[in-house]
Protein backbone atom coordinates (compact mmCIF):
# COMPACT_ATOMS: atom_id res chain seq x y z
CA UNK A 1 0.00 0.00 0.00
CA UNK A 2 1.26 3.43 -1.04
CA UNK A 3 0.89 5.82 1.53
CA UNK A 4 1.72 9.13 -0.12
CA UNK A 5 -0.74 8.06 -3.00
CA UNK A 6 -3.31 7.35 -0.56
CA UNK A 7 -2.72 10.97 0.85
CA UNK A 8 -2.75 12.46 -2.68
CA UNK A 9 -6.12 11.54 -2.34
CA UNK A 10 -6.90 13.93 -0.01
CA UNK A 11 -7.06 17.45 -0.69
CA UNK A 12 -6.38 18.84 2.81
CA UNK A 13 -2.84 17.86 1.94
CA UNK A 14 -2.67 20.00 -1.06
CA UNK A 15 -2.35 23.03 0.66
CA UNK A 16 -0.43 24.46 3.53
CA UNK A 17 -1.59 25.23 7.20
CA UNK A 18 -0.30 28.29 8.22
CA UNK A 19 2.42 27.80 5.91
CA UNK A 20 3.43 24.31 7.00
CA UNK A 21 2.69 21.26 5.47
CA UNK A 22 -0.05 19.95 7.43
CA UNK A 23 0.72 16.99 9.85
CA UNK A 24 -3.21 15.69 10.89
CA UNK A 25 -2.63 13.41 14.26
CA UNK A 26 -6.11 14.38 15.14
CA UNK A 27 -7.76 11.16 13.50
CA UNK A 28 -9.53 10.32 16.67
CA UNK A 29 -11.61 13.44 17.20
CA UNK A 30 -12.26 13.17 13.14
CA UNK A 31 -10.34 12.51 10.19
CA UNK A 32 -10.05 14.12 6.94
CA UNK A 33 -12.09 13.22 3.87
CA UNK A 34 -10.63 11.97 0.63
CA UNK A 35 -12.04 13.39 -3.19
CA UNK A 36 -14.56 11.13 -3.96
CA UNK A 37 -16.08 11.90 -0.12
CA UNK A 38 -16.37 15.43 -0.61
CA UNK A 39 -17.19 15.20 -5.14
CA UNK A 40 -20.18 12.94 -4.32
CA UNK A 41 -21.47 15.40 -1.71
CA UNK A 42 -20.92 17.96 -4.73
CA UNK A 43 -22.25 15.87 -7.45
CA UNK A 44 -25.54 14.50 -5.44
CA UNK A 45 -26.81 17.90 -4.99
CA UNK A 46 -25.71 19.25 -8.58
CA UNK A 47 -27.70 16.67 -10.37
CA UNK A 48 -29.23 13.90 -8.40
CA UNK A 49 -30.53 15.83 -5.35
CA UNK A 50 -34.12 15.10 -3.83
CA UNK A 51 -35.77 13.50 -1.21
CA UNK A 52 -36.07 9.79 -0.35
CA UNK A 53 -38.43 7.62 0.39
CA UNK A 54 -41.79 9.79 -0.22
CA UNK A 55 -42.42 10.83 -3.90
CA UNK A 56 -42.32 8.85 -7.06
CA UNK A 57 -40.72 11.01 -9.22
CA UNK A 58 -37.52 9.65 -11.31
CA UNK A 59 -35.29 11.62 -9.10
CA UNK A 60 -37.19 10.66 -5.76
CA UNK A 61 -36.78 6.72 -6.62
CA UNK A 62 -33.00 7.33 -7.76
CA UNK A 63 -31.96 9.07 -4.60
CA UNK A 64 -33.79 6.34 -2.49
CA UNK A 65 -31.82 3.62 -4.04
CA UNK A 66 -28.67 5.39 -3.76
CA UNK A 67 -29.59 5.96 -0.14
CA UNK A 68 -30.07 2.52 0.36
CA UNK A 69 -26.93 1.15 -1.59
CA UNK A 70 -25.21 2.84 1.08
CA UNK A 71 -27.40 0.81 4.15
CA UNK A 72 -26.37 -2.40 1.70
CA UNK A 73 -22.92 -1.07 2.03
CA UNK A 74 -22.32 -0.77 5.46
CA UNK A 75 -24.55 -4.38 6.07
CA UNK A 76 -21.66 -5.69 3.85
CA UNK A 77 -18.60 -4.07 5.62
CA UNK A 78 -19.46 -4.88 8.98
CA UNK A 79 -21.52 -8.55 8.26
CA UNK A 80 -24.75 -7.53 9.83
CA UNK A 81 -27.38 -10.25 8.78
CA UNK A 82 -29.90 -8.09 7.63
CA UNK A 83 -29.85 -4.68 6.04
CA UNK A 84 -32.33 -3.68 8.51
CA UNK A 85 -30.22 -3.77 10.98
CA UNK A 86 -28.45 -0.75 9.71
CA UNK A 87 -30.08 2.43 11.31
CA UNK A 88 -28.44 5.77 9.88
CA UNK A 89 -28.56 8.62 12.60
CA UNK A 90 -26.62 12.53 12.58
CA UNK A 91 -23.44 10.62 14.38
CA UNK A 92 -23.01 7.66 17.11
CA UNK A 93 -24.09 10.05 20.05
CA UNK A 94 -27.27 10.00 18.81
CA UNK A 95 -27.00 6.09 18.02
CA UNK A 96 -25.98 5.69 21.92
CA UNK A 97 -28.77 8.14 23.03
CA UNK A 98 -31.41 5.88 21.04
CA UNK A 99 -30.79 2.74 22.74
CA UNK A 100 -30.55 4.76 25.80
CA UNK A 101 -33.78 6.41 25.31
CA UNK A 102 -35.87 3.12 23.83
CA UNK A 103 -33.83 0.34 25.84
CA UNK A 104 -34.66 2.52 28.88
CA UNK A 105 -37.94 3.03 28.28
CA UNK A 106 -39.15 -0.12 28.18
CA UNK A 107 -36.30 -2.48 30.38
CA UNK A 108 -34.99 -0.32 33.02
CA UNK A 109 -36.44 -0.09 36.36
CA UNK A 110 -35.37 1.72 39.80
CA UNK A 111 -32.57 0.32 40.98
CA UNK A 112 -31.88 -1.71 37.83
CA UNK A 113 -27.61 -0.92 36.81
CA UNK A 114 -26.25 0.37 33.85
CA UNK A 115 -22.15 -1.66 33.96
CA UNK A 116 -20.05 1.04 31.70
CA UNK A 117 -16.33 1.51 31.52
CA UNK A 118 -14.30 4.41 32.81
CA UNK A 119 -12.60 4.22 29.51
CA UNK A 120 -16.07 5.59 28.16
CA UNK A 121 -16.39 8.53 26.46
CA UNK A 122 -18.92 11.37 27.57
CA UNK A 123 -21.27 10.34 24.95
CA UNK A 124 -21.65 6.66 26.34
CA UNK A 125 -21.88 7.77 29.92
CA UNK A 126 -24.30 11.20 29.58
CA UNK A 127 -27.23 9.84 27.71
CA UNK A 128 -27.35 6.49 30.59
CA UNK A 129 -26.85 9.31 32.93
CA UNK A 130 -30.45 10.79 31.98
CA UNK A 131 -31.69 7.33 33.42
CA UNK A 132 -30.57 8.09 36.81
CA UNK A 133 -32.97 10.92 36.89
CA UNK A 134 -36.24 9.59 35.06
CA UNK A 135 -35.76 6.26 35.91
CA UNK A 136 -33.84 6.12 39.05
CA UNK A 137 -31.27 3.72 37.59
CA UNK A 138 -27.77 3.06 38.87
CA UNK A 139 -24.73 3.33 37.07
CA UNK A 140 -21.55 0.94 37.89
CA UNK A 141 -18.29 2.00 36.34
CA UNK A 142 -15.99 -1.43 35.14
CA UNK A 143 -12.37 0.04 36.78
CA UNK A 144 -9.08 0.32 34.27
CA UNK A 145 -5.98 -0.45 35.11
CA UNK A 146 -2.87 0.50 35.79
CA UNK A 147 -2.34 -0.34 31.67
CA UNK A 148 -5.19 1.90 30.53
CA UNK A 149 -7.50 -1.33 29.57
CA UNK A 150 -10.20 -2.59 31.01
CA UNK A 151 -10.30 -6.36 31.27
CA UNK A 152 -12.88 -9.11 30.84
CA UNK A 153 -12.07 -10.18 34.41
CA UNK A 154 -13.17 -6.28 35.37
CA UNK A 155 -16.55 -7.01 33.92
CA UNK A 156 -17.31 -9.89 35.09
CA UNK A 157 -16.52 -8.48 38.67
CA UNK A 158 -19.08 -5.80 38.87
CA UNK A 159 -21.79 -7.56 36.77
CA UNK A 160 -24.99 -8.26 38.92
CA UNK A 161 -28.00 -9.99 38.84
CA UNK A 162 -29.72 -6.03 38.57
CA UNK A 163 -27.09 -5.94 35.46
CA UNK A 164 -29.54 -4.63 32.44
CA UNK A 165 -27.36 -3.62 29.89
CA UNK A 166 -23.11 -3.36 29.96
CA UNK A 167 -21.37 -0.28 27.41
CA UNK A 168 -18.14 -0.63 26.50
CA UNK A 169 -16.12 1.28 23.85
CA UNK A 170 -14.43 -0.83 21.11
CA UNK A 171 -11.25 1.14 21.43
CA UNK A 172 -10.40 3.79 23.83
CA UNK A 173 -9.90 7.09 22.13
CA UNK A 174 -7.52 8.13 25.48
CA UNK A 175 -5.10 4.76 26.19
CA UNK A 176 -5.78 3.08 22.60
CA UNK A 177 -6.91 0.04 24.67
CA UNK A 178 -8.85 -2.70 21.89
CA UNK A 179 -11.63 -4.21 24.66
CA UNK A 180 -12.17 -8.32 24.19
CA UNK A 181 -15.51 -7.55 22.89
CA UNK A 182 -16.02 -10.86 21.91
CA UNK A 183 -15.60 -12.24 25.02
CA UNK A 184 -17.19 -9.97 26.94
CA UNK A 185 -20.46 -10.32 24.63
CA UNK A 186 -20.40 -14.33 25.15
CA UNK A 187 -19.67 -13.86 29.01
CA UNK A 188 -22.58 -11.28 28.82
CA UNK A 189 -25.09 -13.31 26.93
CA UNK A 190 -24.66 -16.24 29.23
CA UNK A 191 -26.48 -13.80 32.28
CA UNK A 192 -28.61 -13.34 29.62
CA UNK A 193 -27.14 -9.23 29.69
CA UNK A 194 -27.58 -7.20 26.08
CA UNK A 195 -24.16 -5.11 25.13
CA UNK A 196 -24.00 -2.07 23.45
CA UNK A 197 -20.66 -1.34 21.85
CA UNK A 198 -19.46 2.47 21.42
CA UNK A 199 -17.77 1.76 17.76
CA UNK A 200 -16.64 5.30 17.26
CA UNK A 201 -12.88 4.25 17.35
CA UNK A 202 -13.22 0.83 16.27
CA UNK A 203 -15.23 1.21 13.28
CA UNK A 204 -12.46 3.58 11.47
CA UNK A 205 -9.52 1.05 12.45
CA UNK A 206 -10.73 -2.70 13.59
CA UNK A 207 -12.31 -5.00 10.95
CA UNK A 208 -15.22 -5.63 12.03
CA UNK A 209 -17.99 -8.32 11.75
CA UNK A 210 -21.02 -8.18 13.87
CA UNK A 211 -22.27 -11.49 13.29
CA UNK A 212 -18.64 -12.83 15.00
CA UNK A 213 -18.81 -9.98 17.49
CA UNK A 214 -22.53 -11.10 18.34
CA UNK A 215 -22.93 -7.42 20.10
CA UNK A 216 -26.59 -6.28 19.97
CA UNK A 217 -25.83 -3.17 19.34
CA UNK A 218 -22.47 -0.87 18.07
CA UNK A 219 -22.61 2.45 17.15
CA UNK A 220 -20.21 4.23 14.60
CA UNK A 221 -19.28 7.57 13.87
CA UNK A 222 -19.14 8.67 9.60
CA UNK A 223 -16.82 11.18 10.24
CA UNK A 224 -14.41 9.65 11.96
CA UNK A 225 -14.28 7.09 8.86
CA UNK A 226 -12.95 9.38 6.14
CA UNK A 227 -17.21 9.84 5.64
CA UNK A 228 -18.85 13.44 6.14
CA UNK A 229 -19.85 14.82 9.53
CA UNK A 230 -23.95 14.14 10.07
CA UNK A 231 -23.71 10.77 9.69
CA UNK A 232 -23.94 7.76 11.71
CA UNK A 233 -24.57 4.28 12.44
CA UNK A 234 -26.91 2.34 14.82
CA UNK A 235 -26.13 -1.47 14.23
CA UNK A 236 -28.69 -3.32 16.43
CA UNK A 237 -29.92 -6.85 16.13
CA UNK A 238 -33.34 -7.28 14.22
CA UNK A 239 -34.48 -8.42 17.62
CA UNK A 240 -34.03 -5.41 19.34
CA UNK A 241 -35.34 -3.18 16.73
CA UNK A 242 -38.36 -5.09 16.34
CA UNK A 243 -38.77 -5.51 20.20
CA UNK A 244 -38.09 -1.65 21.20
CA UNK A 245 -40.28 1.45 20.59
CA UNK A 246 -39.93 4.35 18.38
CA UNK A 247 -37.19 7.03 19.33
CA UNK A 248 -38.00 10.13 17.62
CA UNK A 249 -41.72 10.76 15.76
CA UNK A 250 -42.55 12.25 12.39
CA UNK A 251 -42.83 11.47 9.12
CA UNK A 252 -41.33 8.74 7.18
CA UNK A 253 -41.59 6.11 10.32
CA UNK A 254 -45.12 5.77 10.64
CA UNK A 255 -47.35 3.32 8.62
CA UNK A 256 -50.77 5.08 9.77
CA UNK A 257 -51.49 8.24 11.60
CA UNK A 258 -55.23 8.61 12.66
CA UNK A 259 -56.52 10.80 15.58
CA UNK A 260 -57.34 7.79 17.44
CA UNK A 261 -54.20 6.01 17.22
CA UNK A 262 -50.54 5.77 15.26
CA UNK A 263 -49.07 2.76 13.50
CA UNK A 264 -45.17 2.39 13.09
CA UNK A 265 -43.59 1.84 9.97
CA UNK A 266 -41.52 -1.34 9.09
CA UNK A 267 -37.90 -1.84 10.16
CA UNK A 268 -36.10 0.57 8.88
CA UNK A 269 -38.30 3.58 8.94
CA UNK A 270 -39.44 3.21 12.27
CA UNK A 271 -36.08 4.91 13.46
CA UNK A 272 -35.02 7.05 10.87
CA UNK A 273 -37.87 9.77 11.06
CA UNK A 274 -37.98 13.19 9.36
CA UNK A 275 -35.85 14.00 6.22
CA UNK A 276 -32.65 12.21 6.99
CA UNK A 277 -29.08 13.18 6.01
CA UNK A 278 -29.58 12.32 2.80
CA UNK A 279 -26.35 13.93 1.26
CA UNK A 280 -23.95 12.61 3.57
CA UNK A 281 -25.45 8.86 3.22
CA UNK A 282 -25.02 8.46 -0.03
CA UNK A 283 -21.70 9.94 0.46
CA UNK A 284 -20.64 7.98 2.98
CA UNK A 285 -21.39 4.88 0.48
CA UNK A 286 -17.73 6.21 -1.16
CA UNK A 287 -16.03 6.34 2.26
CA UNK A 288 -16.61 2.51 2.52
CA UNK A 289 -15.80 2.13 -0.93
CA UNK A 290 -12.37 3.78 0.18
CA UNK A 291 -11.52 1.67 3.37
CA UNK A 292 -12.57 -1.13 1.37
CA UNK A 293 -10.18 -0.23 -1.55
CA UNK A 294 -7.15 -0.34 0.40
CA UNK A 295 -8.67 -3.27 2.40
CA UNK A 296 -8.75 -2.41 6.65
CA UNK A 297 -6.34 -4.97 7.00
CA UNK A 298 -3.80 -3.28 5.39
CA UNK A 299 -4.71 -0.12 7.54
CA UNK A 300 -4.28 -2.08 10.73
CA UNK A 301 -0.94 -2.99 9.62
CA UNK A 302 -0.11 0.63 8.62
CA UNK A 303 -1.09 1.83 11.43
CA UNK A 304 0.31 -0.55 13.92
CA UNK A 305 3.27 -0.01 12.17
CA UNK A 306 3.22 4.11 13.12
CA UNK A 307 2.22 3.35 16.39
CA UNK A 308 5.07 0.88 17.07
CA UNK A 309 7.51 3.85 15.71
CA UNK A 310 5.98 6.49 17.43
CA UNK A 311 6.36 4.75 21.22
CA UNK A 312 9.79 3.64 20.46
CA UNK A 313 10.60 7.28 19.57
CA UNK A 314 8.31 8.61 22.05
CA UNK A 315 9.55 6.78 24.93
CA UNK A 316 13.48 7.42 23.98
CA UNK A 317 12.39 11.50 24.28
CA UNK A 318 12.85 11.05 28.34
CA UNK A 319 9.95 14.21 29.09
CA UNK A 320 7.07 12.46 27.58
CA UNK A 321 5.21 10.16 29.64
CA UNK A 322 2.63 8.04 27.56
CA UNK A 323 -0.78 7.53 29.13
CA UNK A 324 -1.16 3.88 29.00
CA UNK A 325 0.43 1.01 28.23
CA UNK A 326 -2.41 -1.78 26.91
CA UNK A 327 -1.47 -4.89 25.53
CA UNK A 328 -4.06 -4.51 22.75
CA UNK A 329 -3.54 -1.22 21.54
CA UNK A 330 -4.83 1.05 18.47
CA UNK A 331 -3.59 4.42 16.69
CA UNK A 332 -3.64 6.60 20.12
CA UNK A 333 -1.14 7.83 22.28
CA UNK A 334 -1.94 9.64 24.80
CA UNK A 335 0.61 11.62 26.60
CA UNK A 336 1.94 14.36 28.83
CA UNK A 337 5.63 16.47 29.49
CA UNK A 338 6.49 16.68 32.99
CA UNK A 339 6.50 21.05 33.37
CA UNK A 340 4.44 22.14 30.05
CA UNK A 341 0.98 21.54 30.31
CA UNK A 342 -0.88 19.84 27.28
CA UNK A 343 -2.55 22.85 26.04
CA UNK A 344 0.33 24.96 25.66
CA UNK A 345 2.07 21.44 23.84
CA UNK A 346 -0.68 21.61 21.55
CA UNK A 347 -0.39 25.60 20.68
CA UNK A 348 3.27 25.05 20.01
CA UNK A 349 3.03 22.02 17.97
CA UNK A 350 0.29 23.76 15.84
CA UNK A 351 3.07 26.52 15.28
CA UNK A 352 5.24 23.69 12.71
CA UNK A 353 1.52 22.58 11.32
CA UNK A 354 0.67 19.61 13.64
CA UNK A 355 -2.57 18.83 14.69
CA UNK A 356 -3.38 17.22 17.97
CA UNK A 357 -5.81 17.57 20.27
CA UNK A 358 -5.23 18.66 24.23
CA UNK A 359 -7.85 18.47 27.10
CA UNK A 360 -9.77 15.31 28.29
CA UNK A 361 -10.58 14.45 25.60
CA UNK A 362 -14.93 13.52 26.80
CA UNK A 363 -13.36 11.39 29.09
CA UNK A 364 -13.38 13.11 32.34
CA UNK A 365 -14.21 9.90 34.40
CA UNK A 366 -10.74 8.29 32.74
CA UNK A 367 -8.43 11.43 33.65
CA UNK A 368 -10.12 12.16 37.13
CA UNK A 369 -9.12 8.51 37.33
CA UNK A 370 -5.50 9.24 35.97
CA UNK A 371 -5.20 12.29 38.51
CA UNK A 372 -4.40 14.95 35.15
CA UNK A 373 -6.73 17.78 34.50
CA UNK A 374 -5.52 16.82 30.64
CA UNK A 375 -3.25 15.15 28.42
CA UNK A 376 -2.06 15.63 24.97
CA UNK A 377 -3.19 13.06 22.37
CA UNK A 378 -1.60 12.58 18.80
CA UNK A 379 -4.07 9.94 16.74
CA UNK A 380 -3.25 8.13 13.47
CA UNK A 381 -5.53 7.93 10.31
CA UNK A 382 -4.38 6.10 6.82
CA UNK A 383 -2.67 8.94 5.43
CA UNK A 384 0.23 9.46 8.58
CA UNK A 385 3.62 8.61 7.88
CA UNK A 386 6.31 8.09 10.03
CA UNK A 387 7.83 11.24 8.78
CA UNK A 388 4.66 12.87 10.70
CA UNK A 389 5.65 11.05 13.55
CA UNK A 390 9.35 12.60 13.52
CA UNK A 391 7.82 16.06 12.82
CA UNK A 392 5.58 15.36 16.39
CA UNK A 393 9.02 14.51 17.89
CA UNK A 394 11.14 17.31 16.50
CA UNK A 395 8.00 19.82 17.57
CA UNK A 396 7.63 18.38 21.21
CA UNK A 397 11.66 19.56 21.57
CA UNK A 398 10.36 22.36 20.32
CA UNK A 399 8.29 22.37 23.14
CA UNK A 400 10.79 21.50 25.58
CA UNK A 401 13.28 24.50 24.08
CA UNK A 402 10.39 27.09 24.20
CA UNK A 403 9.83 25.98 28.05
CA UNK A 404 13.37 25.89 29.02
CA UNK A 405 13.41 21.69 29.83
CA UNK A 406 16.13 19.86 28.79
CA UNK B 1 1.77 34.42 15.03
CA UNK B 2 4.67 34.65 17.06
CA UNK B 3 5.12 32.15 20.09
CA UNK B 4 7.67 34.79 21.77
CA UNK B 5 5.41 36.98 21.89
CA UNK B 6 2.59 34.54 23.83
CA UNK B 7 5.30 32.92 26.26
CA UNK B 8 7.68 34.93 27.24
CA UNK B 9 9.26 34.69 30.01
CA UNK B 10 7.92 36.48 32.74
CA UNK B 11 4.59 33.97 31.44
CA UNK B 12 6.46 31.07 31.35
CA UNK B 13 8.00 32.12 34.79
CA UNK B 14 5.11 32.88 36.27
CA UNK B 15 3.93 30.15 35.00
CA UNK B 16 6.28 27.49 36.66
CA UNK B 17 6.04 29.29 40.26
CA UNK B 18 2.85 30.76 40.47
CA UNK B 19 2.60 33.57 43.55
CA UNK B 20 -0.14 33.34 45.64
CA UNK B 21 -1.11 29.34 44.88
CA UNK B 22 -2.32 29.13 48.60
CA UNK B 23 -5.90 28.99 50.18
CA UNK B 24 -6.16 32.69 52.29
CA UNK B 25 -7.00 31.79 56.29
CA UNK B 26 -10.46 33.49 56.98
CA UNK B 27 -11.28 34.49 53.19
CA UNK B 28 -14.40 36.57 53.30
CA UNK B 29 -15.44 35.85 49.79
CA UNK B 30 -14.16 33.19 47.10
CA UNK B 31 -15.83 31.61 43.58
CA UNK B 32 -14.56 28.93 41.04
CA UNK B 33 -14.09 29.18 37.84
CA UNK B 34 -13.65 26.82 34.68
CA UNK B 35 -13.15 26.79 31.57
CA UNK B 36 -15.40 23.12 30.27
CA UNK B 37 -13.56 23.11 26.97
CA UNK B 38 -10.51 22.24 28.06
CA UNK B 39 -11.06 21.65 31.50
CA UNK B 40 -8.49 24.03 33.33
CA UNK B 41 -9.60 25.59 37.06
CA UNK B 42 -9.18 27.92 39.73
CA UNK B 43 -10.67 28.69 42.80
CA UNK B 44 -10.13 32.58 44.03
CA UNK B 45 -10.07 33.16 47.60
CA UNK B 46 -10.37 36.66 48.69
CA UNK B 47 -9.76 38.64 52.22
CA UNK B 48 -11.34 41.75 52.30
CA UNK B 49 -10.57 44.03 55.47
CA UNK B 50 -13.31 46.65 56.88
CA UNK B 51 -12.48 49.44 54.45
CA UNK B 52 -13.45 47.01 51.67
CA UNK B 53 -9.70 46.69 50.69
CA UNK B 54 -8.08 43.01 49.46
CA UNK B 55 -5.87 42.05 52.65
CA UNK B 56 -4.94 38.83 50.63
CA UNK B 57 -5.84 37.34 47.42
CA UNK B 58 -4.82 33.61 46.46
CA UNK B 59 -5.85 30.87 43.94
CA UNK B 60 -6.27 27.40 43.96
CA UNK B 61 -6.53 25.16 40.69
CA UNK B 62 -4.71 24.20 37.49
CA UNK B 63 -4.15 24.84 33.94
CA UNK B 64 -1.85 25.79 31.33
CA UNK B 65 1.24 28.11 31.66
CA UNK B 66 -0.63 31.08 30.38
CA UNK B 67 -3.94 30.50 32.74
CA UNK B 68 -1.72 30.06 35.71
CA UNK B 69 0.81 33.04 34.69
CA UNK B 70 -2.83 34.80 34.03
CA UNK B 71 -3.99 34.17 37.98
CA UNK B 72 -0.49 34.84 39.50
CA UNK B 73 0.08 38.22 37.66
CA UNK B 74 -3.76 39.13 38.55
CA UNK B 75 -3.33 37.88 42.23
CA UNK B 76 0.10 40.17 42.87
CA UNK B 77 -1.50 43.04 41.14
CA UNK B 78 -4.65 43.74 43.36
CA UNK B 79 -3.39 43.12 46.76
CA UNK B 80 -3.99 46.65 48.63
CA UNK B 81 -6.95 47.72 46.42
CA UNK B 82 -9.81 48.82 47.69
CA UNK B 83 -13.10 46.90 45.81
CA UNK B 84 -13.55 49.33 43.11
CA UNK B 85 -10.35 49.95 42.38
CA UNK B 86 -10.03 45.81 41.74
CA UNK B 87 -13.31 46.18 39.77
CA UNK B 88 -11.76 48.92 37.28
CA UNK B 89 -8.38 46.68 36.84
CA UNK B 90 -10.71 43.37 36.09
CA UNK B 91 -12.75 45.53 33.69
CA UNK B 92 -9.51 47.37 32.09
CA UNK B 93 -7.95 44.11 31.39
CA UNK B 94 -10.83 42.38 30.03
CA UNK B 95 -11.27 45.46 27.61
CA UNK B 96 -7.75 45.23 26.93
CA UNK B 97 -8.10 41.28 26.11
CA UNK B 98 -11.36 42.29 23.49
CA UNK B 99 -10.03 44.66 22.01
CA UNK B 100 -7.77 47.76 23.39
CA UNK B 101 -4.33 48.10 22.41
CA UNK B 102 -3.43 49.41 25.69
CA UNK B 103 -4.44 49.65 29.36
CA UNK B 104 -5.90 52.77 30.33
CA UNK B 105 -6.25 52.46 34.40
CA UNK B 106 -4.55 54.89 36.75
CA UNK B 107 -4.01 52.08 39.35
CA UNK B 108 -1.61 50.54 38.28
CA UNK B 109 2.24 51.75 37.36
CA UNK B 110 3.94 51.36 34.55
CA UNK B 111 5.90 48.20 35.71
CA UNK B 112 2.65 46.53 36.73
CA UNK B 113 1.20 47.57 32.91
CA UNK B 114 4.20 45.94 31.67
CA UNK B 115 3.46 42.69 33.55
CA UNK B 116 0.15 42.84 32.30
CA UNK B 117 0.82 43.51 28.49
CA UNK B 118 2.88 40.00 28.47
CA UNK B 119 -0.66 38.60 27.65
CA UNK B 120 -1.98 40.11 25.54
CA UNK B 121 -0.13 37.97 23.00
CA UNK B 122 -2.85 35.71 23.51
CA UNK B 123 -5.12 37.67 21.23
CA UNK B 124 -3.18 35.95 18.21
CA UNK B 125 -4.49 33.02 19.35
CA UNK B 126 -8.11 33.04 19.98
CA UNK B 127 -8.14 29.68 21.59
CA UNK B 128 -6.30 30.64 24.48
CA UNK B 129 -7.85 33.86 25.63
CA UNK B 130 -9.76 31.97 27.93
CA UNK B 131 -7.06 30.88 29.58
CA UNK B 132 -5.89 34.54 29.75
CA UNK B 133 -8.91 35.80 30.83
CA UNK B 134 -10.65 33.09 33.47
CA UNK B 135 -9.04 33.98 36.65
CA UNK B 136 -10.51 37.37 35.97
CA UNK B 137 -13.69 36.33 35.46
CA UNK B 138 -13.22 34.17 38.31
CA UNK B 139 -12.25 37.42 40.25
CA UNK B 140 -15.48 39.55 39.10
CA UNK B 141 -17.52 36.12 40.86
CA UNK B 142 -15.85 36.31 44.36
CA UNK B 143 -16.39 40.43 44.45
CA UNK B 144 -19.81 40.11 44.08
CA UNK B 145 -20.15 36.63 46.07
CA UNK B 146 -21.51 34.73 43.34
CA UNK B 147 -22.54 30.94 44.16
CA UNK B 148 -22.40 30.53 40.45
CA UNK B 149 -19.50 28.45 38.61
CA UNK B 150 -17.38 31.45 36.84
CA UNK B 151 -17.03 30.24 33.50
CA UNK B 152 -15.46 31.53 30.14
CA UNK B 153 -18.33 30.35 27.95
CA UNK B 154 -20.58 33.57 28.83
Known amino acids: ?406 | MNLKELYQEIILEHGKNPRNLRKTDNFTRDAKGNNPLCGDNVHIYLKLNDNNKVEDISFEGNGCAITMASASIMTDLVRGKEENEVKEIVTDFLDMIKEKDELSTQLLNEDEKTKLMCLSGVKQYPMRVKCATLSWHTLTSAMNNSQDIASTED
Open chain 1, 1 to 406: MNIDQIKKEFPIFDNKVQNNDLVYLDSANSSQKPRIVIDRIYDFYSKEFSNVGRSVHYLAVAATNLYEQTRTSVQKYINASDKNEIVFTKGATEAINLVANTFGQKYLDEGDEVLITELEHHSNYVPWHFLRKSKKINIEFAEVNDQGEVTLEEIKKKITDRTKIICVTHLSNVTGAILPIKEIVSFAHSKGIPVLVDGCQGAPHLKLDMQDLDCDFYAISGHKMYGPTGIGVLYAKKKWLEDLPPYQGGGGMIREVKKKGISYGELPNKYEAGTMATAQVIAFNESIKFLEKIGIENIEKHEKELLDYAVELLSKNNSVNIIGNPKNKGGVISFTIEGIHPHDIATILDEDGVAIRAGHHCCQILHEKLGLPATARASFGVYNTKDDIDQLNNSINNCKKIFNLK
